[in-house]
């Protein structure tokens, strides 16, 4: 009986690693470039990966949702800095929101890959409170 018990635990330790190893590979952090202080990064299903900087890292208490934008196929597995709203992009923040209306909801970053001299918008960040 035991040594059927011993087994179970070793398949399950073994998909465990496995499932983690996977779970890494697909999310991108293998890729992942170097942070600058202060920064966290998060990888969403969608595609989007995003490394945050000033902004305070509030996962504890609010949900993020990433919101990614059309861009050409050699960029979409590649990480992006994301940084609060600039002025230059006020108006398609305020656009943005406005077509959302979520409650709670809060824009907090914009999400960029510097590609040569050109700067692609990647996609937004949000948040709501978890409840």
């Known amino acids: 009986m035991w040594k059927w018990i011993k087994r179970l635990l070793a398949v ?24 600058p202080e202060g920064a966290f990064s998060i990888s ?25 934008m059309e861009v050409p ?4 597995d590649s990480w992006s800095f994301c940084y609060p709203p600039t002025s230059e992009d006020a108006d398609q923040v305020a656009a943005f929101m406005k077509a959302r209306n ?18 692609v918008v990647r996609g937004v960040i949000t948040t709501v409170p978890k409840i």
């Open 12 to 35: 399950a330790l073994i998909g465990g690693v496995t499932y983690s190893a996977y779970d890494y590979y697909r999310a991108g952090y293998h890729t992942r470039p170097e942070m």
């Open 44 to 68: 969403f299903t969608s595609g989007l990966r995003a490394i945050l900087v000033d902004v305070p890292n509030e996962r504890e208490a609010r949900r993020y949702f990433g919101f990614p």
């Open 73 to 76: 196929f050699y960029l979409k």
């Open 102 to 119: 979520w409650p709670g909801e809060r824009f907090e970053v914009v999400c960029k890959i510097k590609v040569d001299n050109d700067v």
